[in-house]
């Protein structure tokens, strides 16, 4: 198996979870870290394992690597992720591709142009639920897709007014829960229904503007989405977090044949027709053994799209299920066409 030299922009979630999943895949040897924004390295090498400690991500770009990750805040995305293509590495993005889709689909030409393989971290596609629906959909078993109804709640509303955020509150940072989430949301709808938005409108809220001690914050806590695919078939997607109970995560897919229903990405369920519910069996997720306990929740979802990434690697092409760049520009089309949308308070036409 080849093993691929790895290097990670960003000492926060590139740290914690991004070195330690890599670690622990046999095809991947991480072995240098750039602390940003005046990161702590001893942290950094704590929580990553990895004893090279940076703080100018552009040295990595000297160092004998075959892979860059981007793990740094969205307004970064884009120049690291260049840089890194010109020297004629690899590229794993974290999502939000970008502050923009102008931003995106710059980075995607150059990929091009250098003929690198660009990944995105949509690894939520390959959570064994969510496969599951996937191969249902493929299957036929619901028939055509009428609509989609996508919904997620956090209980953070005590968090989001004791606690600070940073980044994560400001829009021109590329805060707010739709880049967050909803680039997620979107990727899954547009990956399980093989399916192209055509229309939305959108609704984005900051239900707490302030914090307790001031911090100010004019980035989205909750969001929703409706529109219509390609296919006729309509969409509903709903996020909150400024709430006090969670209700967790529900899909529901309606079909001229049936129903599919994914609860917190852990059972899923099939409805022929007017028939009962029925349960899906799944495959079993994947396990970072030795890994940190709080990194191996996204071991089932993060491992899959690792191997999938290493055989794009080995042979220079993406393959089977990986999200590209290219889905990262579609669903940064998708977030931009929601933030006008809720501004203007108009529906966004993105193909006739």
Known sequence: MDVFRVGIAGSGFGARVHAPLLAAHPGFDPVAIASLHRGDPDRARKESGIANVTNDWRRLLDMRLDLLVVAANPPLHREIAERALERGLHVLCE????????EAESMEELRREHGRIGAITFEFRFRPARAAVRQLLAQGRIGRVLHVAYAGQDARYAQLLSAPIGWLGESSQGGGRLGALGSHMFDSLRYWTGDEVSELSAQLTTHVPVSEDGERRDADDAFQAFGRMVSGATFLLDYRSATHRPSGWQLEI???????????????????????????????????????????????????FLDELHASLRTGEPTGDLPTFA?????QRLLDAARRSSSSGLREVLRG
């Open 95 to 102: 999502k939000p591709m970008a502050l923009d889709a102008a």
């Open 327 to 331: 889905d990262g520009v579609m669903s």
């Open 254 to 304: 309606h079909g001229t044949e049936g129903t599919i229903a994914l609860t917190d990405d852990r059972t899923v369920r099939l409805a022929p027709g007017s028939g009962g519910w029925q349960d899906v069996p799944l495959a079993p997720g994947a396990d970072a053994e030795g890994a940190p306990e709080a990194v191996r929740g996204y071991a089932s979802a993060m491992l899959p």
